[in-house]
């Protein structure tokens, strides 16, 4: 599973950079499916990302709001500003990955490495919509292949 979030962090780092091409009014631009936007489609990945993983540490959630990350400057930020402290949990996690956790907002109890594969999932799902997205506007989407990435070297 480590290599997967390893892979989710340089796919996203590498969309990130190809939003740096639009102008962001093409990055907020509402369009069909996801979350809305490029930007908030980026924004929602991180956040879920973090709250979940947060969840499994029973660590107090926060709630960013959107509207303070309508920059691409800004959702760059929230995405490295938390990236050391994803990949210690990750590996903290991966110890005991058949723990169990009652999740509130799911009112279920999962294990947490089941949740961990949820949080990677969840990533790829979008970043399928972001690549269908780039095509819609001309542009050529970041590969997805996991072959020849840093994270498997």
Same mark, same amino acid.
Request: glycine letters at 4%; proline letters at 8%; a neutral charge.
């Given at each position: 599973m480590k290599i997967l979030f390893e892979y989710n962090w340089e796919v996203r780092d590498e969309w990130l950079e !190809?939003?740096?091409k *639009? @102008?962001?009014e093409e990055l907020m631009k509402k369009r069909t499916g996801g979350v809305g936007s490029i *930007?908030?489609?980026m924004f929602? $990945? $991180?956040d879920v990302e973090i709250s979940w993983i947060y969840a499994i540490l029973e660590k107090e959630d926060f709630q960013p709001e959107y509207n303070d990350y309508q920059e691409l400057e800004k959702v760059v930020e929230f995405s490295k500003m938390y990236r050391d402290e994803m990949r210690e949990a990750v590996l903290h996690i991966l110890k005991?990955?058949?723990a169990h956790l009652y999740i509130p907002w799911w009112n279920q109890t999962f294990a947490k490495? #089941?949740?961990l594969r949820h949080v990677i999932a969840h990533e790829i799902h979008h970043v399928g919509q972001l @690549? #269908? !997205?780039a095509r819609e506007i001309g542009t050529e989407p970041v590969s997805a292949t996991l072959l020849n990435r840093k994270?498997? @070297?």
């Open positions: !190809w939003c740096k *639009l @102008s962001p *930007l908030k489609t929602h $990945i $991180i005991d990955p058949d490495g #089941v949740i @690549s #269908v !997205w994270c498997i @070297s």
